[in-house]
């Protein structure tokens, strides 16, 4: 299923009451883009368009395409087939000095023998400007970053954050408009992740630029991006703002890969205008707030772990309620996630509040009964 | 707590005893008898600065003709800086193609390890192995006689610099070859791509990349390469046809007439030459990351 987005759609969807200024660079659009390595499809006829300005994040497993496209924006890739158009134009013959993208690599990939300033200056060096020039140049680049009291050091003398800053800075020195970043965040420890985290989107605000991020981390995806793509096996499974993706998964892959679901499956037993009926394997009976037109066919439900209740009491069930068996209880700090056994789903996950499970303590091997309210279903 | 102590140091004995008996020794020896005096039949032990007096003789006083000494020593000087330079180009270019060019790190062993099979034969025979080829008679005169090219056998491929050299390039490259691969392995490929991203050309990534970062590698080979062509006389002995001066010929003839202490003293000359020439390399380079 494609992510094709309708232009007029985006102030509204994607901007959160963020203007889009005009003339604005930046704009990314990437037409039944496709890789090949040999035989293998890397990347399947893909499209998208990344509006200018925006945070986007190319979010996916190990495998999906998400690096292969990037790289093929950048120009580090060969395009197989497919167009990629940055403000309109086309940019799958130009090397990658030539197109108005700039990338930073996973590792930073800083020259060990130059200094801060020498890194940071090298591609205007490649370009031929003087030495003064482009020193001066980087400089302001430096002091951008917050980095500008290192310039003389060796990038074996600085921390994994501050490398990633002087990175940035490199890359941002040709004046792009676009940044590609090549999970950047993957080789910090989870305390500098979050900060970095922070001063990336304070950074692209700053900048007004496009950035298009790929991460394997769905954390980081909604915590940093304006436009969320997730792609699974080369295919993107959807694009939407981060809350849409969270609260409206389109399919069962991104409702497992974005995490906080259950998945159940179901057949359709009844149906009116709003809603259905579903059965499970059991006696278990579920309503959902959409309407499906055949009967008997199996659907394909999430809902959300902080939207189920648990409860010890035992009457007869109703629907949206079914009876399970607590595998374990796990304390995470201010919640605790507790995983049971139940019908037509696979472990079903539960998260509660630390007041709500003292309350009345919920043991290993007990049973309870959950329930969720029928909005909270959505339908996959 | 004394046990370790013990310990340690009957472990490093041995190095150190090394280190003495088959280095400090023999240098300090040289060194001594450098000093001494010696008439034509008997080494007399003494302190006298005959020997070095006689090596340097009229040497300043002759300028701008050059004393025995210093001529020699030029002409030594000329093969080592040729052959280095020849060596480094050839190294270079081949750790390059090794490293850059060939895609997987088996081939890489592969192909690095057909290098170093010269090595299984003997230097000597190596070396002499050329005489058949380049000689007046030889495989290469044939040849070119015989498809037209000359008429006449060419003579300086034998018994001339040009052999001197080409035999020197030819045992030696390896030495080169070794310490850069070395450094290149070094340097990750994500480098060479945000050179690329950078929009630099090849010759620039070359010059600004991976020649920096070879400096080590490059200091290396340089030091092995001018510290073996410095004190040769073997192979200049043999491909130049006994008609080319070396450094080290002069002190292989002194200790054949057993004139050990002028021996002695040349060696020591030849020592202090090399060791600045490294000296002068090492401040150029930081040696010490690739240890």
């Known amino acids: 299923m494609n992510g094709e987005i309708v232009s007029k759609l985006i102030p509204e969807l994607f901007c959160l009451g963020k203007e889009i200024p005009m003339n604005q660079t930046g704009e990314c659009k990437l037409q039944y883009l496709t890789k090949y390595y040999g035989d293998t499809v890397a990347v399947q006829q893909i499209n998208l368009t990344i509006p200018a300005g925006q945070y986007c994040c190319l979010v996916g497993p190990s495998g999906c395409g998400k690096t292969s496209t990037l790289r093929m924006i950048a120009g580090h890739e060969v395009v197989s087939d497919g167009e990629i158009l940055i403000d309109s134009l086309m940019m799958n013959n130009l090397e990658p000095a030539n197109r108005p993208t700039a990338m930073m690599f996973q590792d930073y990939a800083l020259f060990p023998h130059l200094n801060c300033l020498d890194n940071v200056a090298f591609s205007l060096k490649m370009r031929g400007m003087k030495k003064m020039e482009r020193y001066e140049k980087s400089r302001s680049l430096l002091e951008l970053v917050h980095m500008e009291n290192y310039e003389n050091r060796l990038p074996s003398q600085l921390s994994g954050g501050q490398q990633q800053r002087i990175a940035l800075a490199r890359a941002l020195v040709t004046n792009p408009s676009v940044l590609l970043l090549d999970e950047p965040l993957s080789a910090l420890d989870p305390f500098l992740r979050v900060r970095m985290r922070d001063e990336l989107k304070r950074l692209q605000q700053e900048l007004e630029m496009t950035f298009v991020h790929v991460t394997h981390s769905q954390e980081e995806a909604m915590a940093l991006a304006d436009m969320v793509v997730v792609m699974n096996l080369g295919v993107i499974e959807q694009v939407d703002v981060p809350q849409n993706i969270f609260n409206y998964p389109k399919t069962e892959f991104v409702a497992r890969f974005i995490g906080g679901h259950n998945i159940f499956t179901a057949e359709v037993i009844s149906n009116n205008n709003s809603n259905c009926t579903l059965k499970g394997n059991e006696n278990s009976h579920y309503l959902l707030p959409t309407k499906i037109d055949e009967l008997g066919s199996k659907i394909v439900f999430s809902v959300r772990s902080d939207k189920i209740r648990l409860s010890k009491k035992k009457n007869t069930l109703k629907p949206n309620e079914i009876l399970c068996l607590v595998r374990s209880v796990e304390y995470q700090g201010s919640w605790i996630k507790i995983v049971l056994d139940a019908e037509d789903t696979e472990e079903m996950t539960v998260v509660i509040s630390e007041d709500e499970y003292n309350a009345d303590p919920i043991k290993k091997s007990e049973e309870v009964t959950a329930s969720w309210n029928v909005l909270d279903a959505i339908k996959l | ?291």
């Open chain 2, 1 to 291: 707590m004394v046990n370790s102590k013990i310990n340690i140091f009957l472990q490093v004995i041995p190095l150190i005893f090394i280190f003495l008996f088959f280095f400090v020794a023999p240098l300090s020896l040289t060194l001594i008898v450098s000093f001494w005096d010696y008439s034509d039949y008997a080494l007399i032990p003494d302190f006298t600065f005959r020997n070095y007096k006689e090596i340097f003789e009229g040497c300043i006083i002759n300028l701008p003709d050059l004393c025995v000494t210093f001529k020699t020593y030029l002409s030594t000087l000329k093969f080592c800086f040729s052959v280095w330079l020849l060596t480094l180009l050839i190294g270079f270019t081949i750790a390059y193609f090794l490293r850059f060019h060939v895609k997987t790190m088996t081939m890489q062993i592969v192909l690095f390890l057909v290098c170093t099979i010269p090595f299984w034969t003997s230097i000597v025979i190596r070396m002499i192995a050329w005489i058949p080829l380049l000689g007046r008679n030889g495989l290469v005169n044939d040849i070119f006689i015989n498809i037209g090219l000359i008429d006449d056998p060419i003579e300086w491929l034998l018994y001339s610099d040009f052999s001197v050299i080409l035999s020197f390039i030819y045992l030696y490259t390896l030495f080169m070859i070794v310490p850069i691969f070395n450094s290149m392995l070094r340097i990750d490929e994500s480098l060479l791509e945000v050179a690329y991203d950078s929009g630099a050309s090849g010759f620039q990534t070359l010059a600004n990349v991976i020649i920096p970062l070879c400096k080590p590698g490059i200091a290396i080979g340089s030091i092995f390469v001018i510290t073996i062509v410095m004190g040769d006389f073997i192979t200049i002995g043999i491909m130049g046809g006994q008609q080319i001066a070396s450094v080290g010929k002069i002190i292989h003839v002194e200790m054949q007439y057993l004139q050990f202490p002028a021996a002695a003293a040349n060696a020591v000359i030849l020592l202090l030459v090399v060791l600045m020439i490294i000296y002068t390399l090492t401040r150029a380079v930081d040696i010490r990351k690739e240890l």
